[in-house]
């Protein structure tokens, strides 16, 4: 099954609005919450967690929450299950979320993150036993290109800087990784025209992306 993304980018009335969606359905009494690395999501205390709200949408339960942030704020988080007291009941599986805005994300825009909750299986890939054992091949792929987000020289305002990262550590020889989307630098979903991700070292592939303001929202799959 493909793994899609969405990021929107809207404007607002003042700062930069960091605004977090995600779909999960929980038990009665249960509730989503995020936890961060930074003081405006707890500094990884849970009880300090920014708390979500549910919103039905068809026949998916959402979990909607906002915060106000500067521009160029980074932070690392994960989802949570809490009960009524925000006692954690279950947490997201799998290496912490890094979010780092573009300096180019100005007060007055909405950020919105569209998240999908981390299972066991998400983490896997991950351990040592599939990178160094069940997927290890005598050949030894070349790093590509340094981690982080490139600095290219954005020619409008609303340009937004898009890091595209994936775990991928079963790529035959011969073969690559890309991103296809709904959009002209992501091919307009004709693969031969997506973006190619670099490889860059322990199984992660990676790829930068500027996308313009207004051509958001985007969708993808790898």
Not at 24 to 31: L, N, P, R
Not at 95 to 112: A, C, F, H, T, Y
Not at 188 to 205: N, P, T, V
Request: charged letters at 20%; hydrophobic letters at 35%; proline letters at 4%.
């Amino acid at each position: 099954m493909a793994n899609l993304g969405l990021l929107s980018v809207a404007k607002s009335v003042k700062s930069v609005k960091l605004s977090f969606r995600i779909p999960y359905y929980t038990h009665w009494g249960q509730s989503l919450l995020i936890c961060g690395s930074e003081s405006v999501l707890g500094s990884w205390n849970v009880k300090k967690g920014l708390l979500l709200s549910p919103v039905h949408q068809g026949d998916e339960l959402v979990w909607c929450g906002s915060i106000g942030v500067p521009s160029g704020f980074s932070c690392e988080y994960s989802y949570y299950v809490v009960d009524d007291e925000k006692n954690v009941l279950r947490w997201e599986m799998g290496k912490k979320r890094n979010l780092l805005l573009p300096e180019s994300i100005k007060d007055g825009q909405v950020v919105e993150l569209h998240d999908l909750w981390q299972t066991g299986g998400d983490a896997i890939p991950f351990r040592s036993a599939f990178k160094d054992v069940i997927f290890h091949k005598n050949r030894t792929l070349n790093i590509e290109r340094p981690l982080g987000i490139i600095h290219e020289k954005l020619d409008r305002e609303d340009s937004v800087v898009v890091h595209f990262k994936i775990s991928c550590p079963n790529v035959e020889d011969g073969t690559s990784v890309y991103v296809i989307g709904n959009n002209a630098k992501l091919g307009q979903w004709k693969a031969q025209d997506g973006l190619k991700l670099s490889y860059a070292g322990g199984s992660i592939w990676e790829a930068d992306c500027v996308i313009q303001g207004d051509n958001f929202p985007i969708k993808y799959p790898f």
